[in-house]
Protein backbone atom coordinates (compact mmCIF):
# COMPACT_ATOMS: atom_id res chain seq x y z
CA UNK A 1 0.00 0.00 0.00
CA UNK A 2 1.54 3.51 -1.10
CA UNK A 3 1.49 6.19 1.40
CA UNK A 4 0.03 9.86 0.34
CA UNK A 5 2.27 11.99 -0.37
CA UNK A 6 2.99 15.09 1.89
CA UNK A 7 5.33 17.47 -0.02
CA UNK A 8 4.54 20.97 -0.32
CA UNK A 9 4.01 20.87 -3.85
CA UNK A 10 0.59 18.25 -3.10
CA UNK A 11 -0.62 20.37 -0.40
CA UNK A 12 -0.59 23.76 -2.85
CA UNK A 13 -2.50 21.48 -5.39
CA UNK A 14 -5.15 20.52 -3.45
CA UNK A 15 -5.67 24.25 -2.04
CA UNK A 16 -6.07 25.62 -5.57
CA UNK A 17 -8.05 22.76 -7.28
CA UNK A 18 -10.31 23.12 -4.22
CA UNK A 19 -10.68 26.90 -4.15
CA UNK A 20 -14.35 27.90 -3.84
CA UNK A 21 -16.03 31.08 -3.15
CA UNK A 22 -15.33 30.79 0.83
CA UNK A 23 -11.90 31.17 0.31
CA UNK A 24 -12.05 34.80 -1.14
CA UNK A 25 -14.22 36.00 1.32
CA UNK A 26 -12.09 34.78 4.01
CA UNK A 27 -8.79 36.69 2.11
CA UNK A 28 -11.34 39.46 1.94
CA UNK A 29 -12.35 39.44 5.88
CA UNK A 30 -8.21 38.89 6.82
CA UNK A 31 -7.20 41.87 4.51
CA UNK A 32 -9.95 43.37 6.78
CA UNK A 33 -8.68 42.94 9.80
CA UNK A 34 -5.18 43.66 8.47
CA UNK A 35 -5.94 47.37 7.12
CA UNK A 36 -8.04 47.51 10.61
CA UNK A 37 -5.65 46.76 12.79
CA UNK A 38 -2.58 47.73 10.92
CA UNK A 39 -3.06 50.88 9.35
CA UNK A 40 -1.49 52.57 5.70
CA UNK A 41 0.82 50.80 4.70
CA UNK A 42 1.18 47.60 6.29
CA UNK A 43 -1.90 46.92 6.01
CA UNK A 44 -2.69 46.56 2.92
CA UNK A 45 0.97 44.67 1.86
CA UNK A 46 0.12 42.21 4.66
CA UNK A 47 -3.39 42.09 2.91
CA UNK A 48 -1.70 41.67 -0.49
CA UNK A 49 0.55 38.94 0.24
CA UNK A 50 -1.45 36.77 2.47
CA UNK A 51 -0.64 34.40 -0.75
CA UNK A 52 2.31 35.66 -1.39
CA UNK A 53 3.63 32.11 -1.26
CA UNK A 54 1.62 30.44 -3.65
CA UNK A 55 3.78 32.06 -6.73
CA UNK A 56 7.03 31.25 -5.24
CA UNK A 57 5.98 27.47 -4.54
CA UNK A 58 4.54 27.74 -8.19
CA UNK A 59 7.75 28.86 -9.81
CA UNK A 60 9.60 26.18 -7.49
CA UNK A 61 7.07 23.30 -8.81
CA UNK A 62 7.75 24.61 -12.62
CA UNK A 63 11.85 23.82 -11.88
CA UNK A 64 10.86 20.31 -9.93
CA UNK A 65 8.41 19.49 -13.53
CA UNK A 66 8.59 21.84 -16.41
CA UNK A 67 5.38 20.47 -17.93
CA UNK A 68 3.45 20.76 -14.74
CA UNK A 69 2.34 24.51 -15.26
CA UNK A 70 1.53 24.93 -18.85
CA UNK A 71 -1.08 27.62 -18.32
CA UNK A 72 1.42 29.80 -15.41
CA UNK A 73 0.31 33.53 -16.90
CA UNK A 74 -3.55 32.66 -15.97
CA UNK A 75 -2.63 31.15 -12.82
CA UNK A 76 -0.47 33.99 -11.83
CA UNK A 77 -3.50 36.82 -13.01
CA UNK A 78 -5.57 34.36 -10.74
CA UNK A 79 -3.02 34.74 -7.71
CA UNK A 80 -3.06 38.48 -8.42
CA UNK A 81 -6.90 38.34 -8.28
CA UNK A 82 -6.53 36.92 -4.88
CA UNK A 83 -4.46 39.09 -3.52
CA UNK A 84 -6.26 41.93 -4.72
CA UNK A 85 -9.13 40.63 -3.02
CA UNK A 86 -7.28 40.97 0.08
CA UNK A 87 -6.15 44.60 -0.70
CA UNK A 88 -10.06 45.24 -1.03
CA UNK A 89 -10.90 44.29 2.39
CA UNK A 90 -7.69 45.89 3.69
CA UNK A 91 -8.86 49.15 1.79
CA UNK A 92 -12.35 48.87 3.32
CA UNK A 93 -10.61 48.46 6.69
CA UNK A 94 -8.58 51.33 6.53
CA UNK A 95 -11.82 53.52 5.74
CA UNK A 96 -13.31 52.25 8.57
CA UNK A 97 -11.02 52.76 10.93
CA UNK A 98 -10.05 56.50 9.63
CA UNK A 99 -13.71 57.67 9.38
CA UNK A 100 -14.00 56.13 12.95
CA UNK A 101 -11.04 58.25 13.91
CA UNK A 102 -12.64 61.11 12.30
CA UNK A 103 -15.94 60.89 13.62
CA UNK A 104 -13.73 60.85 17.27
CA UNK A 105 -11.93 64.11 16.19
CA UNK A 106 -14.61 65.87 15.27
CA UNK A 107 -16.97 65.16 18.66
CA UNK A 108 -14.03 65.96 21.03
Known amino acids: ?3 PSHSVFVLLARSI ?3 AFADLFLLFVAGFFWGFAKGWPQGIFAAFFQIGLLPILAIGEVFKDPTSHNLWPLEFVMYGFMGGVGAFGAALGLAL ?5 GARQTTA
Open 1 to 3: MRS
Open 17 to 19: KHF
Open 97 to 101: KSSRI
